[in-house]
């Protein structure tokens, strides 16, 4: 029986809506979009989820409805969906794998976040903006380095195209997403942290020609960066 998917998430930005976003449409699986609604609509969408009371409720959005189950948490998402559509190994080896894959690319999310908003998430970036000068820095001189460095390492050591070996896996997008969100948010930095990169810049390519992938990179659902999400291309962040 087909399921049925609708994502809930905040409109006018990609965010970590995309890293769900990309699994649902590799998996090629019909869903609803809130955020493709109107703005006010989609913006109420989320509180309604956020604001439920059965079983486990989310704390933040990205979230997706499932038939009559709703699961936050934007790497627990894309398992989920990916074990139901063949885009992760089904052996528990693998499959923990690629959970640690994700969460070290949910965690490069986290820190990329962190440059505009160093000190306190719910503030304005223009009042964190010193403190965000000196995070930047560091995360652009060894954070981003270690953690895409990290991605190259694992690609170098095994003898496939993708993170998992042979097997293509949800990971695989959210490292391209995550590379996609750094070279919008840091153009110079990650520029001159992927010349160094082969294997990483490769596999971001591989990814965007997979048929799926490039038919929605195409369309009208792929969001444009804005100055609201996680990625924001603040030149004097970029060095
Ligand atoms: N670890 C969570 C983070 C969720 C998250 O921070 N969501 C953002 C939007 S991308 C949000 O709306 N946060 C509200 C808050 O933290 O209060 C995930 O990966 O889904």
Redesign the pocket.
Known sequence: MAMSYRLVY?PGLP???EFVRLVLEEAGVAYEDTAAGEPQDAIQAVMTVLSSEVGAPP????VLQVGSLQL????NICEFVAATHGLVPLDEGPRALARQLQATV?DLVAEAHNTHHPVD?GKYYEDQRVEALAAAKSFREERMPKFLGYFERVLAANSGDWLLGAAFSYPDLALFQVVEGLRHAFPLASERVLTDLPAVTAHHARVAARPRIAAYLASERRQPFTEHG?FRRYPELDG
Do not use: D, H, K, T
């Open positions: 905040w965010g970590r809506g704390l933040a959005p990205p936050a948490q934007s790497g949910v998430p996680i």
